[in-house]
């Protein structure tokens, strides 16, 4: 056996090793950890028109912009993308923000937005929490949507789209 040829055969035991501990064990349960989240409905009747996407800051610090703009009219009516209870509802700098607590990692923040809501409210996926404001970066153009999980910035997109799932053999 030459030496190029060692490293391939590594790699397939390696390979061969983890198929047959996914077929004997149950996937689903070895994984368990790192299920998706569940998918979200868009906030506003219009769908995910997006006007300005994610873009992770090179560093905790860096530039960058944690969420995503969705095309609005002011006056327009908002839902809640996902269930949970509200943690926060005022003004943040220039621009009225309300933000929900889904679960004990996951936060998501949309501004402008005009609410009744108080915080400690329970809201249902789906139900009104306001109506598009005015103030910040969107201009009377959009609203942004931010979702932090564990407290770092993640793209909302992924909450929206659907996902390939590998299911075991």
């Known amino acids: 056996m030459n030496v190029r040829s060692k490293p391939n055969a590594l790699a397939r035991g390696v390979t061969l090793s983890l198929v047959l501990w996914l077929i004997a064990t149950d996937a689903s349960t070895a994984f368990a950890t790192q299920r998706p989240p569940e998918r979200w409905l868009p906030p506003l009747e219009a769908g995910l028109a997006l006007v ?7 560093h905790a610090y860096g530039a960058g912009h944690r969420g995503i703009d969705l095309a609005a009219e002011p006056g327009a009516s908002l839902r809640a993308p996902a269930g949970g209870v509200v943690s ?6 220039d621009r009225p923000v309300i933000s929900v607590r889904v679960d004990a990692h996951t936060v998501y923040s949309i501004e402008p937005v005009s609410s009744a809501l108080q915080r400690g409210d329970t809201i249902g996926i789906g139900s009104v929490i306001g109506t598009v404001g005015e103030g910040g970066h969107c201009e009377k153009r959009c609203v942004h949507l931010g979702v932090r999980v564990d407290d770092a910035y993640v793209n909302p ?6 996902r390939p799932v590998l299911l075991p053999w």
């Open 157 to 162: 997109m992924r909450y929206f789209v659907a």
């Open 88 to 93: 926060f509802v005022g003004s943040v700098v």
């Open 52 to 58: 300005e996407p994610f873009r992770a800051p090179p």
